[in-house]
């Protein structure tokens, strides 16, 4: 599987994640930069949870 491929099937695993799994991963990250992937990963989840809620107006 190559580079692209693989990045592919990570954010189809990753773009339904809730939110407090990806803080759980951001809190048992082995390494700094492991927490700091898992961190950017948290907040495109909740940028797009935002940007849903928004377009839906229930703010």
Same mark, same amino acid.
Request: aromatic content about 10%.
């Given at each position: =599987? *190559?580079?692209? @491929?693989?990045a592919k099937k990570l954010y189809n695993t990753c773009r339904d =994640? +809730?939110?407090? &799994?990806? =803080? @759980? /991963?951001v /809190?048992?990250? &082995?390494?700094e930069e492991e927490g700091e #992937? #898992? *961190?950017m990963l948290s +907040? #495109?989840?909740l940028q797009r949870k935002q940007? @849903?809620?928004i377009?839906?107006?229930e703010f």
């Open positions: =599987m *190559s580079g692209i @491929e693989a =994640m +809730d939110i407090e &799994e990806t =803080m @759980e /991963l /809190l048992n990250a &082995e390494t #992937f #898992f *961190s +907040d #495109f989840i940007r @849903e809620v377009a839906q107006k």
